[in-house]
Structures are given as structure tokens and as C-alpha cells.
């Protein structure tokens, strides 16, 4: 109990690799910067390549071990590439962090006020939402899963939205992608059960001072969550208290460090997607020869 109480200690992730996506800035920068000050190495990802090598050597600077890597994660060539480079340079990765994704200000740089209506969204957006936002994460977990199994431990964090923004008026085909990644995150869970390798979903809850909520939407931004508040959650899971720790959502906003972790997680977490409305469904047991 006290163990869990105390924060993760400088070293709690010497040894691991964490690939973090989306780590050029915002809620990645912040996860990334707080898992390299554990003594992870890290391996960021994004496709704003300036903006990555400005983090990588800021990184480096302080003593983190960093590979940066400007890809597009949804792409398969790029992704099996990088797997076979860590692959070879050392085990792979221990830890996945899916953060990257486009956001609502695509569809409209005001959507929270704007509103658009769900006609005008232009066809290409939505493909490029439901490749990146959704596919990205599970190509992403199924070329670095099997590789933590083999270890016995792993973590994979899927970073998704609250429940009201899945459906929010204008936010175009943003929730619905959220919506598809917190139920692909369901099936990884229990594709993974026992197997060391666990899988949690992060959300801010609620909208985050980072470029995806820009100021023409009419919030300011000390009245927005911080990036850094989602790094706390994400350390904790990455650390050896968490082993066992799988298939729940985290709400940063609601980790409240100063409780016992046991309070915490109640106040914190949930069970991953809405697993009480499938109780609803009569689903027939398939027989096991057909
Ligand atoms: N900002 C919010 O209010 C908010 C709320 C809930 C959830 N989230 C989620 O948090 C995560 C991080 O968002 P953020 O607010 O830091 O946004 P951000 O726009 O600041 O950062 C997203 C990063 O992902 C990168 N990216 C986009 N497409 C990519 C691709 N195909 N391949 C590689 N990298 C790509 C971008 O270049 C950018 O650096 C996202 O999953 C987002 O949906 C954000």
C-alpha cells in the first residue's frame, strides 16, 4: 500500500522502451517527456518532422535515450520498417502509447461553436480520420503485441475522448472514430488477458490546451486541461504496480495523486467502452464444431 502511494521513482522504467505516437507535441510531448524522466528510452513518432527533431534534442540534451522516427502511423510499409529496426537494435518496445490522431479543428476551426452538421464533412476527412484515428492504433498494437507476449509484459495505452464528445454536435467523424478505438481497445484487452501485456484507454476529461482545441473555438486556455495531467496516470500504468491493471479507462482529470491508490482508481477509472449495454443483447452460444 505505501509502495503505491509513493510516486514512480526516477528509475521505475530504466530497462523499458516506450514508443510514444504523436509525441511532437501536446499530450504526447508530455507523456513523453514524463516517461523519459523515468529512465524509459524512448522512440517518438510523428509526422511533423521539425517539430520532433526540436523534441528529440531537447530530449537528448537532458540524457534521455530518444530515437525519433517521422512516419505516418497508419502507415503499414513505415510501421513494419520500425519494428524491424527495433527489432534488431534490442527487443522491440515494452510500452505503446496510441496518442496520435487529427482532430475535430479539421472539419471546422471553430467546431465547438460552429457546429457544422454532419453533411458537411468532406468525404476525405472521414477516410483519413478512420485510418489515422483508428486503424493507426491497431496496426501500431498488432505488430508490437505479439512481440510483449513473447516477453510476458507490456503495456498498451490507447489515448481516446469522453463518452459526450463521441456524440458531440460538430465534432464530425472525431467521436465516432474515439468511439471505434475505445471498442477496438475492448477486444485487445481480452485478446490479451493473462498474458503480462495490459491495455487501458486515457482520456483528458475534457478539452486539452493543445493544438486540437484552437482559440477560435471560444475556450480559454487556462480553463483547459494540461497536457502533463495525463502524464501522471500513464507513468503509474507504465510502472510495475500496474501489472494486472488492464481493460479500464482512466479520466486524468479525476487521478488525484494525494489518494490511496485503491481511491483512486475508483475515482479514476472505468471498465473500457460500455461493456453494461451489451448485457442487453441475447447472443446464442455458438456451437463449438461449427
Ligand atoms: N486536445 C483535446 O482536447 C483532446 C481531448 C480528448 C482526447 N484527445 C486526444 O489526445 C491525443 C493527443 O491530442 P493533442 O491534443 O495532443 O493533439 P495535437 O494535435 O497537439 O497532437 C497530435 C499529434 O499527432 C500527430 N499526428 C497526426 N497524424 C499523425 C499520423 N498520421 N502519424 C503520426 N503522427 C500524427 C500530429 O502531428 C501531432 O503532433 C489524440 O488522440 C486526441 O484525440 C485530445
Known sequence: MIESLLPCSVNELKGRTALVTGAAQ???????????????NLVLVDVAGHELQQVATHLRERGGSVIAKVMDIADRPSAEALRAELVEASSGIDILINNAAIGPERNHPAYLVAKPKFWSTPDALWIDMLRINVFGAQLLSSLFAPDMVGRGWGRIINVSTSL??????????YGPCKAALEASSRIMFQDLESTGVTVNVLLPGGPVNSRMVPADCGITPQDLIQPEQLAGPVLWLCSNKANGITGRRFIARQWDERLAIEDRLAKATAPIAWPQLGAQSHFPTPAANS
Do not use: K, S, V
Not at 499530450?27 to 523515468?38: N, P, T
Not at 459526450?164 to 467523424?173: F, H
Open 164 to 173: 459526450d464528445t463521441m456524440y458531440r454536435q460538430g465534432i464530425g467523424p
Open 26 to 40: 501536446g499530450i504526447g510531448l508530455a507523456i513523453a517527456q514524463r516517461l523519459g524522466a523515468a529512465g524509459a
